[in-house]
């Protein structure tokens, strides 16, 4: 009888593991039957900026009810709707008035506003509602705190819109005793919100959103890269200055590598729109007409990538550069004995008085370093043969 748990014969049979079989699991798709993905066309366009979703206490069920003509026509999920903005903000103002509950009316104005931050379009009119409504006086002039949606949302607008609004929004977003929603932050509206204040030359705006991105430990890694190039330009001043460069010591290498990449490449583009040797769109030559040159915060993002990156070795520049130590005293190189060093020492003790004047230093030094000098000095026929005692060679002296 064989053993079914020893013998390989099974893996061997048809049943069995083969080693020429394909490794490859056959339809994965339909091996996860419990939860399977839903299929999603590879055509369809996929917003990935900053995502506003509305809670049930945000945003009342009878509401969703009530109001699903108008609200199946905004954003959802992921994916971009073809509804017209404008047309969107134009069915909240017509229709929000005899919506009561005022969480629910203010969801839905921030899902206009993330429909129209996506669109960029429209987000002058979002941030006059916001400014026109009873917002001021709930949230602004008064105590209570807004939704996350709605405060987000309007800040989004005003972002992407160069609203000059937005650092106003920004700092009761930031301040601790009055929103305190800047933690929450995902890394595209912090990207937003250093475009707008980049493309606005706002740097006391930028500033501000550095000091805060340390303060709440944001993600730098996944940060735009052009966000940050715009913010950084739009620095001039020293004391700002001073701040993005503490900025700057906070990146890692291949981030400061990216960011130096970008601002070249930047530059570059503005200058060659600037001088019309490409081809560019009345949008595009507006918004490549606010990145103003600014070769000092240029030269140091240049300088700071050098200085950031490890030093390659480079045998050359080890040679060229290297200086030979200071001239030693002629005495000093002078070959001394054991002895004598000992001898030249002890005479300088006593006359400096840490040693009496009658010592005597009798001690016998064996210089290993002297004796195998001395005999290696020696000519080959005068040194003894050495004996080598090992057993393999079958000599012992006794």
């Known amino acids: 009888m064989t053993n ?3 013998d390989p014969s099974y893996q061997f049979s048809p049943f069995g593991w083969h080693y020429s079989a394909s490794q490859v699991m056959p339809l994965p798709r339909r091996h996860n039957r419990t939860h399977s993905m839903p299929y999603r066309g590879i055509h369809v366009k996929r917003y990935k900026g900053v995502s506003i979703r509305v809670t049930d206490e945000q945003l009342h069920p009878v509401f969703r009810v009530a109001l699903e003509p108008f609200l199946s026509k905004l954003m ?9 903005a404008a047309d969107a903000v134009n069915e909240y103002v017509a229709v929000s008035p005899r919506v009561g509950d ?3 009316k203010h969801a839905w104005l921030a899902k206009c506003a993330e429909l129209c931050a996506v669109k960029e379009s429209a987000t002058e009119r979002i941030v006059d509602l916001w400014l026109a409504e009873d917002c001021q006086s709930r949230y602004v002039t008064g105590t209570r705190k807004p939704s996350e949606p709605l ?14 609004g937005w650092k106003t929004l920004f700092s009761y977003c930031a301040a601790k005793t009055k929103w305190n929603l800047t933690p929450s932050f995902c890394t595209v509206q912090w990207s937003q919100l250093l475009t707008c204040a980049g493309k606005l030359s706002d740097e006391v705006g930028v500033v501000a959103l550095l000091d805060e991105m340390i303060d709440v430990q944001a993600d730098t890694e996944r940060l735009s890269d052009p966000a940050l190039v715009w913010a950084l330009n739009a620095i001039v001043s020293a004391p700002q200055y001073a701040a993005a460069k503490n900025f700057l010591q906070k990146l890692t290498v291949d981030k400061v590598k990216r960011i130096a990449k970008k601002y070249r490449g930047m530059r570059r583009q503005a200058e060659m729109t ?6 560019a769109s009345d949008r595009e030559k507006t918004m490549w007409a606010m990145f103003r040159e600014n070769d000092a915060m240029l030269y140091h993002v240049q300088w700071f990538e050098r200085m950031k990156s490890p030093l390659a070795f480079n045998p050359r520049q080890l040679y060229f550069n290297f200086s030979p130590p200071k001239e030693v005293d002629k005495r000093d190189a002078i070959k001394m004995t054991a002895e004598q060093v000992v001898k030249a020492k002890v005479d300088k003790w006593k006359d400096e008085g840490y040693l009496p004047a009658d010592y005597v230093h009798d001690d016998v030094i064996d210089d290993q370093e002297q004796r195998s000098k001395n005999v290696l000095r020696q000519e080959r026929w005068k040194k003894k043969p050495k004996i080598l005692e090992d057993k393999r060679f079958g000599y012992t002296p006794e």
């Open 151 to 164: 405060a987000k949302g309007i800040l989004c607008c005003a972002a992407v819109g160069l609203h000059p």
């Open 76 to 84: 959802w999920n992921r994916v971009i709707p073809s509804t017209n």
């Open 274 to 279: 600037a001088d019309g040797a490409v081809v």
């Open 102 to 104: 005022v969480n629910s």
């Open 4 to 6: 079914p748990d020893v």
